[in-house]
């Protein structure tokens, strides 16, 4: 089982509808979760952390966190083309006594015109 | 405010040389990361310093190593370049010792080994 899962896609919505993402983690005493968004050809960027159990809204997108099921995702509503990209999960994880930031092989995801 | 700049941006090296990236986190941020990414297995964590020591380390070779400087500046190292090493490389600039906090990213650095 890998640590963090999320499907690669690619994740086809129609521009104006809700893109939900998903992700699962196997360490079930993470704290700190979060969300990056990869543009082809540049790096990472953070959109959205969550600690605590629920939702969690910033604009158009939410976070969502459920650590009895070991579940986090992100929902963008009103979909736009320029939200095209590769969304990343990622999980704090123990590690040898220390912490590291572990992610996801990332989702695609298409917003169709 | 600068942002986080890693050098060079591209690399083009023959098997069995080393190589040296380097890091300049964002200004008053004391912990730099560094990941490799591939397309097939997506961004592999390599090891994060924070003042000068390293806290955690990844699951690669030793030929892979990194240091960190005083002025919180980082570098990494890898030796006896073989063709699997080719990947972007970047690092992650984070306020505090990484978890709590999110990352924020360098441009990479694009290596190419042939």
């Known amino acids: 089982q890998k640590e963090v899962e999320q499907n690669s896609g690619p994740l086809s919505v129609p521009e104006g509808a809700i893109a939900s993402l998903n992700c699962t983690y196997s360490?079930?005493?993470?704290?700190?979760f979060f969300w990056y968004r990869q543009y082809s050809g540049k790096s990472p960027e953070l959109i959205m952390s969550?600690?605590?159990?629920g939702d969690k809204e910033d604009g158009r997108f939410t976070a969502q966190l459920n650590k009895a099921s070991q579940y986090v995702s992100l929902l963008i509503r009103d979909s736009q083309p320029s939200d095209s990209a590769t969304y990343l999960c990622?999980?704090?994880?123990?590690?040898?006594?220390?912490?590291?930031?572990?992610f996801g092989i990332g989702t695609k995801l298409q917003v169709i015109p | 405010k600068a942002g986080v700049t890693q050098t060079p941006r591209y690399l083009i090296k023959t098997r069995g040389q080393q190589v040296t990236l380097s890091c300049s986190p964002i200004?008053?941020?004391?912990?730099v990361s560094w990941y490799q990414q591939t397309p097939g297995q997506g961004l592999q964590f390599l090891f994060e310093?924070?003042?000068?020591?390293?806290?955690n380390k990844g699951n690669f070779p030793g030929r892979f190593s990194g240091r960190q400087f005083s002025n919180s500046r980082s570098e990494m190292n890898v030796s006896t370049l073989e063709l699997g090493d080719s990947a972007l490389y970047l690092c992650?600039?984070?306020?505090?010792?990484?978890?709590?906090?999110?990352?924020?990213f360098g441009s990479g650095t694009r290596l190419t080994v042939v």
């Open positions: 992650a600039s984070s306020l505090g010792a990484g978890v709590s906090y999110g990352y924020t």
């Open positions: 360490d079930r005493v993470s704290q700190s």
């Open positions: 969550i600690y605590s159990n």
């Open positions: 990622a999980v704090n994880m123990n590690s040898g006594g220390y912490q590291k930031v572990t």
């Open positions: 200004s008053g941020h004391r912990s």
């Open positions: 310093y924070f003042s000068e020591t390293q806290r």
